[in-house]
């Protein structure tokens, strides 16, 4: 039993903030960032309020249609860059409305240190959605989410291969490995044991999005029993929990020995209810969570001594 007088390290929990994303649309919040300037304010924010990773998706600044173009990055990426000192994740993911040269096309050009890489195909159903609402700011958006109905997200192995060869061997980022089911581990082990993928891994549950796992705890503990048996000791992992179910999930994760992932990417709401006014107050509701429970959030540093990233100065913004 620890004395009183004794010091205890606590263990460091890697925040990471995702800040707009490509499923929710306009109509749904009016804090959901949707300009360069949005989306850099936002990122500070989240930062600011203690995530050390930054995840990152684009968007046309006059229609919030969800880009992946190149200049759309490159407006916020280097004035967040220049405002701190979080670790920049730019999704390899766009939209299922994407094809895959689009979507590579922001990491190549910016050699991130961090870029988010989903282990397989999948139906992704953002349909549902659309039945809460009637009243569109953009005829983009229903159309958007319809399309889920009949497109599936599409990451074969070639589609994985060339991410892993283009962005990880030749641009020198790591990735945070998206996992929304046994199979996505499954794959993830399979590079593993061929040397495609070199640890320390940092994967992802991605829990709550109608086509993969549910957000549940059970599902959770089971995915982490898997990972466990597939990838031993070479892995790390972090939780998010799409819609209401965001900090619940995040608080199971940290339980059970993980970092967290929270941000209006994933949840425009706070579990008492309401729209979140900002990704800030997402950060600082997990972290206040995380710190009741005797841990810290990690600094941009510390994550990056625990991903062996390649650093901020190797990037190309």
Not at 19 to 47: C, N, Y
Not at 55 to 82: C, M, N, T, V, W
Not at 201 to 220: C, D, H, Y
Not at 287 to 311: C, F, N, Q, S, V
Request: charged share 20%; with cysteine; proline share 5%.
């Amino acid at each position: 039993m620890q004395s009183a007088g004794e010091s205890r390290t606590a263990r460091k929990v890697i925040i990471t903030c995702a800040v707009t994303g490509s499923i929710h649309t306009p109509t749904m919040s009016p804090h959901l960032p949707i300009t360069p300037e949005e989306i850099a304010d936002a990122a500070v924010g989240a930062a600011e309020a203690g995530a050390a990773i930054i995840h990152l998706h684009a968007r046309d600044p006059d229609s919030g249609y969800p880009s992946a173009a190149p200049e759309h990055f490159d407006a916020f990426l280097k004035p967040i860059k220049a405002r701190c000192d979080a670790v920049l994740n730019i999704s390899t993911g766009g939209s299922s409305a994407m094809p895959l040269d689009v979507r590579l096309a922001p990491a190549i050009a910016a050699r991130p240190e961090m870029c988010s890489l989903n282990m397989g195909s999948m139906n992704f159903g953002t349909f549902p959605l659309a039945e809460k609402y009637s009243d569109w700011k953009h005829n983009w958006e229903p159309e958007l989410l319809h399309a889920t109905r009949d497109v599936i997200f599409k990451n074969s192995f070639a589609d994985i291969e060339r991410i892993l060869d283009e962005i990880g061997e030749a641009g020198g980022a790591r990735f945070e490995f998206e996992c929304y089911d046994i199979g996505h581990l499954e794959t993830l082990a399979f590079y593993h044991r061929r040397g495609r993928i070199a640890g320390p891994i940092f994967l992802q549950f991605v829990l709550g999005v109608l086509g993969g796992a549910g957000a549940t705890v059970e599902n959770l503990v089971h995915l982490k029993g898997c990972a466990d048996r597939l990838l031993g000791d070479a892995y790390s992992f972090s939780v998010l929990g799409a819609g209401a179910r965001q900090l619940p999930i995040a608080t199971a994760g940290a339980i059970l020995g993980g970092h967290v992932r929270v941000g209006l990417e994933d949840s425009l709401v706070m579990p008492a209810g309401g729209l979140a006014r900002s990704n800030a107050e997402q950060v600082t509701a997990i972290r206040g969570i995380i710190e009741a429970l005797g841990m810290e959030a990690a600094t941009p540093a510390e994550a990056r001594d625990m991903l062996a990233l390649k650093g901020v100065g190797e990037v190309a913004f």
